[in-house]
């Protein structure tokens, strides 16, 4: 079968139900103007029997695409032919048990683990969608692609557009919204930066705006294709844990982007027959930035099987809005207030039993720092899962027997001033960094121990700390 048969653009209002071809580029659906899907004619592709037949793939690592953490799982997303298929070696993650981390949020030893998105190429999750996206950029021969960013779509997008050179990429960021970490690399790969006033949805907005008017390939979540390759996360996951689907799987929330892509893993996986059940979902929002929390825990707002109540969304916004409400956390990636894929979230909070939490720029911290201290080094929005987890085993949602993944979605060096600030004896520093965001106390930290240059002062202060 050609391509366009097996593979397709769906709305995913269900009342609308429009579609289109996956030579298509559109972040919207072109009826109804919702978000879209990248839909697949299962009874026509070769399908596994089985999740483990994914396995045979790491006995042929010598061909990209089996080494790819993406692509291995082609036939789970066969958008485009595999030899199409974009690769950098995205993907190659790790899935730890920490037991520093189990004891710290309250669950039995061998109960949690940590699903370390930090490894991939660009430092960030964001490789697994890139590598999808640019797959159907190159499928549709686009020539530039643009994103907004807090900072890891834009590391992701230059890296991408740097290593390839299929692309030239264009970068939009908000004033003072974006870490140096991550702004050195979208920097150094040789991205076009553009620096507008206003915050990541300001940021947004435009980005959208000159896409379209351009022809520039847009490659933030609400493309679907980029979607499509955050699944991935969830297939690596399963494979980790012998297949087995764990309890509850707990994620930052910022743009939405993986809640969405989890929630369609699982779905199209419960689908197919290749899991007996569905773990169920916490997305953790920053308290500065907690409009899904406020929307679905505080409003009761949901899914509806397809018919969210949008009315009660564009309300909030515009009370958002009049009230002068900005984004503000010390969790720079999930800076958001208006998250792109909040419905596509909704419906896979409702496909996996989910629930929203917040938790404070204090919380977090204390987990990143706990986090780091098991060896896994993360950035401070990686940590609002292990805050979320903590604060669901106090609230007995869930339990000290059950197993537990949170997913971290970036590595420490994404944002090393917050980790500087969080461990300094220069109160100045952790005023600046953190006091301004609320935070006050680091009750874990790791200060430097300050010594004369003498060795016998050096031995006492090795005796007396370490």
Known sequence: MAQKDYAFQQCIIPACGATCGVDEVRVACPRCG???????AWDHLPLPRSLREF?????????????????????????????????VGEGQTLLHASEGVAKYVGVKPGRLFLQYEGMNPS???KDNGMSAAFT??????????ACASTGNTSASLALYCS????????????SGKISYGKLSQALDYGALTVQIAGDFDDAMARVQEVSSQLGIYLVNSVNPFRLEGQ????????????????????????????????GKAFQ????LGLIRRIPRLAVINAAGANTLYQLHEKQGLRWNGGSPAQD???????????????AKTIASAIEINRPVNLLKCLRALEVMDGVVREVSDQEILDAKAQVGAGGLGCEPASAASVAGAKRLVSEGIIGRDERVVCVLTGHQLKDPDATVAYHTTDQELFNKVLGSRGVRRAAFANRAVAVPNDIDEIIKAIHLYG
């Open 123 to 125: 430092g960030s999750f």
């Open 55 to 87: 396995e045979a793939a790491w006995a042929r690592r010598s061909d990209p695409h089996c080494f790819s953490g993406v692509w291995r799982f082609h036939r789970l997303l066969p958008f485009a032919p595999i030899e199409q298929c974009v690769t």
């Open 136 to 145: 159907h950029a190159r499928f549709v021969n686009a020539t530039r692609a």
């Open 231 to 262: 699944k991935t996360i969830m297939f690596r996951v399963l494979e980790a844990l012998g297949w087995e689907p764990p309890d509850w799987i707990l994620v930052p929330g910022g743009n939405l982007g993986n809640s969405s892509a989890f």
């Open 268 to 271: 199209e996986l419960a689908l």
């Open 34 to 40: 919702s978000l879209l899907d990248v839909a697949y």
């Open 312 to 326: 009660a969304v564009h309300a909030f916004y515009d009370d958002m809005t009049q009230a002068g409400n900005r």
């Open 163 to 174: 290593v390839t050179r299929l692309m030239k990429a264009v970068i939009f960021i908000g």
